[in-house]
């Protein structure tokens, strides 16, 4: 990219990430913004005088293009933007972030995408790979741009990349050694509007893979377990499972949860590994977000010795099902990371009591009767808030759950569930929904949390 004319889409954190990549490779960055209330002073306060960073705010015209080269996009700018379509029809190459950054990556890489469990999976992975490779990087969707780190890394390097849906839908020659899809259920249809696009958009995580590459699948998912069948699936699989041992594949290894024991299986041989009891994490989700650590790790080269070490040691990250605090003899967790109705529904299944549960949020247009169904027998009192509250509530009547309340913020919505729980009774914040709207991430929704939590 020396001497070219690149324009970044977007002047959030992946935005600003990618454009100290590519002022680094010798290239000069255009910013473009549609809300006209950007900042030029904070944005290009994130840059040395000498870089060549301008900003575009409010509206891209045709002659803005003029000697631009290429385009990177932020995730969370949709496709269809009319300013994104022009940019196409002016011929100008739109990749993201990632791809950005695969370009100019080196080492061995992995990629982790899927609905749910791709935080503490990769998380976990993380740990694994710390283990055996000195160079070690974290990076994607789960909070530190791939384009941050992507120069840093050498032959010798591990990364492990936590992918979203948004971002492979501008992937070109991204191509992991090792991918990893953990689940497939619905959300983001907002975006992809049919779970048919949203599925061929996860699924594409494994397009530029080879017959020498792997992938790991959850053999529990009907999605996945169709994709892991297809012909035209060049690398191999592992698949892994927290009900049953994986059957009637071609692959002759394996990793699954038989009662509480998870095993690795290869050929007709099975090693015990360590048992429920030896993990800190709770629930059957996060099971299999173990077992697809445990596969990803071994593609990587980590010797298992090293994998069952880290797995016993490793500890829940923060907003994915997080012990704040016991009071009274209730327990509250901090879910905030439960972002649509399947994480919510693992997060409810894992509380090993009576739950006073705080949902609603953004609307992605998602149907919470499958989440309210498990309502029946585990949740006592819900306190909704944001703008799904109301059909949120609906949808609990309809299916007969009564016990329903709303707050106008985090603290009344706590207060609530501390006036009406009891002595081992757990208070779950998983809110099913996106927290755009009433809060900048599911970050700042969390910390909200616990620090009205702690203040009880």
Not at 88 to 98: C, F, K, N, R
Not at 395 to 416: H, L, P, S, Y
């Amino acid at each position: 990219m020396d001497k070219q004319k690149i324009l970044v889409l977007g002047t959030g954190r992946s935005g600003v990430a990618a454009a100290k990549q590519i002022l680094a490779m010798g290239g000069e960055v255009i910013f473009f913004d549609k809300n006209p209330k950007v900042e030029d002073r904070a944005l290009l306060s994130q840059f040395k005088k000498k870089d060549k960073v301008s900003l575009i705010k409010g509206k891209l015209l045709a002659s803005d293009l003029l000697h631009i080269n290429a385009s990177v996009i932020s995730p969370g700018i949709p496709l269809d933007e009319p300013y994104v379509k022009m940019l196409s029809t002016a011929q100008i190459p739109i990749i993201g972030e990632i791809e950005l950054a695969y370009q100019s990556s080196k080492g061995k890489l992995c990629a982790v995408t899927g609905t749910n469990g791709k935080t503490t999976t990769v998380s976990l992975i993380g740990e694994i790979l710390k283990s055996e490779y000195s160079d070690t990087h974290v990076v994607g969707n789960i909070g530190n741009p791939f384009t941050a780190e992507a120069l840093e890394t050498e032959e010798q390097s591990a990364t492990v990349c936590e992918v979203s849906s948004f971002q492979l839908e501008t992937i070109v020659d991204f191509h992991p050694n090792v991918s990893a899809i953990t689940n497939i259920t619905p959300d983001h249809l907002d975006r992809h509007k049919t779970m048919k696009n949203y599925i061929a958009v996860k699924e594409s995580i494994a397009e530029n893979q080879e017959e020498e590459d792997s992938i790991v699948l959850n053999y529990m998912d009907p999605e996945l377990r169709k994709f892991g069948k297809k012909r035209s699936l060049k690398p191999k699989v592992l698949w892994f499972s927290s009900e049953e041992e994986p059957k009637d594949t071609k692959e002759k290894e394996s990793l699954f949860l038989r009662g509480d024991t998870f095993y690795y299986k290869k050929e007709d041989k099975e090693e015990k590994l360590f048992t429920t009891k030896d993990v800190h994490l709770l629930g059957k989700h996060n099971y299999e977000n173990i077992l697809c650590a445990v596969g990803v790790g071994l593609k990587m080269g980590v010797p298992m010795d090293k994998i069952i070490k880290v797995c016993k040691k490793f500890k829940p990250v923060e907003h994915r099902i997080e012990f704040v605090r016991e009071r009274s003899g209730v327990k509250y967790y901090n879910d905030s990371k439960g972002t649509n109705v399947d994480a919510a529904i693992q997060a409810l299944r894992a509380m090993p009591g009576p739950v006073v549960l705080i949902g609603g949020g953004y609307d992605k247009h998602v149907d919470f009767d499958p989440w309210v169904k498990e309502f029946k027998g585990r949740v006592k009192y819900l306190v909704l808030i944001g703008e799904t509250r109301n059909q949120i509530a609906e949808t609990a009547k309809k299916n007969g759950f009564q016990n329903v309340m709303f707050a106008e913020d985090m603290d009344e919505a706590v207060k609530d569930c501390a006036a009406y729980a009891d002595p081992g009774d757990y208070v779950l914040l998983s809110p099913a929904c996106a927290s755009w709207g009433m809060f900048k991430d599911y970050e700042e929704r969390g910390r909200i949390f616990k620090d009205c939590v702690k203040n009880l």
